[in-house]
């Protein structure tokens, strides 16, 4: 019997591994890797990361008009040189993300992603292996549809409602992540229960986003994230991609459960679900989106919490430029 690694991969899921840690990304033989800047905070304090924060801080201290600028540059470059590190590793992509700052403010979300590709470029990497990640604000989905059109794909993150799911399908988002994990988290706090994988509210998330794409014929990959278990994932077989941290990986890999397909894009395609549109609505997309107090406080808490954790990487690089 195959494992349930290698079962899950044969239901038609591409399998990604959520990490900073290269080290550990090889093993599981993922085809991407996604990063985000708490994934990077982890892995830049690990004794064996530090060359690649020297790497940064000089950069930064090069091409910074004033320590701020510094450390501004020191960060893109942190994030540019793991995500180099990481493409050495898998064959597809890898997710680097935009500062959290900019979620609500169209234009300096597009700046920084075309400076992002500007600096995988001088280090020969060309924009296909790069997916942009931008939280699935409003203006985050208005931004990633600027993107798209230059040719630039991006990774709509943060999401966690089919509000968001409909707006970034509609702006041509290469792949969008919402979020299993934090979804239950919030009903197990609401509600004061455990849920099991059936009736996972964040897996019928995925669920209805999954079938509402297929049903309508959109291209947009979705990618699974941010799992609590193993039953999330393996009631998400056969979704088009699932991102997973190393030791649900781990736990995978050893597993010889059978892993059966769930979701499957023929049979979404004969559900009845009626057809919504918001990406030239933006009143219309506010309101629906304000409907679900779960997916507006977890956005909130998840661009605070990336936000927060940028500035605490900001602070270490700082220091250190200020060493030199």
């Not at 591994?17 to 085809?31: E, L, N, R």
């Not at 995925?206 to 193993?230: C, D, E, H, L, P």
């Not at 609505?281 to 989106?289: G, L, S």
Request: aromatic share 8%.
């Amino acid at each position: 019997m195959s494992s349930s690694l290698d079962q899950l991969k044969a239901s038609g899921t591409t399998v990604v591994c959520d990490s900073g840690d290269f080290a550990t990304i090889a093993k599981y033989k993922p085809q991407d890797a996604t990063t985000n800047p708490s994934l990077i905070l982890a892995a830049s304090k690990k004794p064996e990361y530090a060359p690649l924060t020297d790497a940064a801080v000089k950069y930064g201290k090069e091409h910074g008009k004033d320590l701020d600028s510094q450390v501004d540059a020191a960060l893109d470059r942190l994030l540019v040189e793991f995500g180099s590190k990481i493409l050495e590793i898998v064959p597809g992509k890898v997710s680097t993300e935009v500062d959290a700052r900019f979620s609500f403010d169209t234009q300096a979300s597009v700046d920084k992603a075309l400076h992002i590709i500007e600096l995988y470029k001088s280090v020969g990497i060309p924009k296909e292996r790069i997916l942009i990640k931008i939280a699935s604000t409003w203006e985050g989905i208005k931004a990633a549809e600027i993107l798209q059109k230059k040719g630039i794909n991006c990774n709509l993150t943060l999401m966690f409602s089919l509000v968001q799911a409909i707006a970034a399908a509609e702006a041509g988002a290469f792949l969008i992540s919402p979020f299993v994990g934090r979804i239950l988290d919030w009903y197990k706090a609401a509600m004061k229960k455990d849920f099991a994988p059936t009736e996972d509210p964040g897996v019928k998330s995925v669920q209805s986003i999954f079938n509402y794409y297929k049903k309508y014929g959109y291209n947009t990959i979705v990618m699974g994230a941010s799992f609590r278990n193993i039953g999330e994932i393996t009631e998400l077989a056969g979704c088009d991609y699932l991102t997973i941290s190393p030791n649900l990986l781990e736990n995978l890999y050893n597993s010889k459960e059978a892993v059966p397909k769930k979701l499957d894009a023929a049979q979404a395609a004969t559900l009845d679900i009626p057809k919504k549109a918001y990406i030239s609505d933006e009143a219309t997309f506010r309101f629906d989106f304000n409907e679900e107090a779960m997916a507006v406080e977890k956005l909130r808490e998840g661009i605070s919490k990336f936000a927060a954790d940028a500035v605490t990487l900001k602070a270490i690089l700082k220091a250190k430029i200020q060493a030199l």
